[in-house]
Nanobody, 120 residues
Framework: VQLQASGGGLVQAGGSLRLSCTTFGLTFRFKSMGWFRQAPEKEREFVAS????????HYTDSVKGRFTISREVAKNTVYLQMDSLKPEDTAVYYC??????????????WGQGTLVTVSS
C-alpha cells in the first residue's frame, strides 16, 4: 500500500493550494481517509477526514469554512482544497488512510508529507 501526497508549496496569506493524495493498493475497508498536519515543535494534529461509505466529512474548527476535503474515486485520490490560507496553517501535511477519526493512531497507512508554507 502506498499513499502519495503532493501539492504543497509556498503561498501568500489569503492564497490557495490544493493537496492531493493518491493511493495504491488500498482495500475497501481502509479507504476512509484523513489529512493531518504538523508544525515545527508541535504535535501532529487532525485537519479533515472523509468517510468512504457515505462521504461524511469532518474538519477541525480552525479550518472550517476555508478547507474542503473531497475524493475522486476513479483516480483513487483524495484532495484537500485550502483557501484563505493563514501563516498559522504552515506545516507539513500528511494524508492517512484507514479511518475518519481525529486520532492519528486510528489510521493504518500514511503518506510521506508535503510542506505548506504561508507567508504573511
Amino acid at each position: 500500500v502506498q499513499l502519495q501526497a503532493s501539492g504543497g508549496g509556498l503561498v501568500q496569506a489569503g492564497g490557495s493550494l490544493r493537496l492531493s493524495c493518491t493511493t495504491f493498493g488500498l482495500t475497501f475497508r481502509f479507504k476512509s481517509m484523513g489529512w493531518f498536519r504538523q508544525a515545527p515543535e508541535k504535535e501532529r494534529e487532525f485537519v479533515a477526514s472523509i468517510r468512504w461509505e457515505d462521504r461524511t466529512r469532518h474538519y477541525t474548527d480552525s479550518v472550517k469554512g476555508r478547507f474542503t476535503i473531497s475524493r475522486e474515486v476513479a483516480k483513487n485520490t483524495v484532495y484537500l482544497q485550502m483557501d484563505s490560507l493563514k501563516p498559522e496553517d504552515t506545516a507539513v501535511y500528511y494524508c492517512a488512510a484507514g479511518s475518519y477519526d481525529h486520532n492519528p493512531r486510528s489510521y493504518r497507512y500514511w503518506g510521506q508529507g508535503t510542506l505548506v508554507t504561508v507567508s504573511s
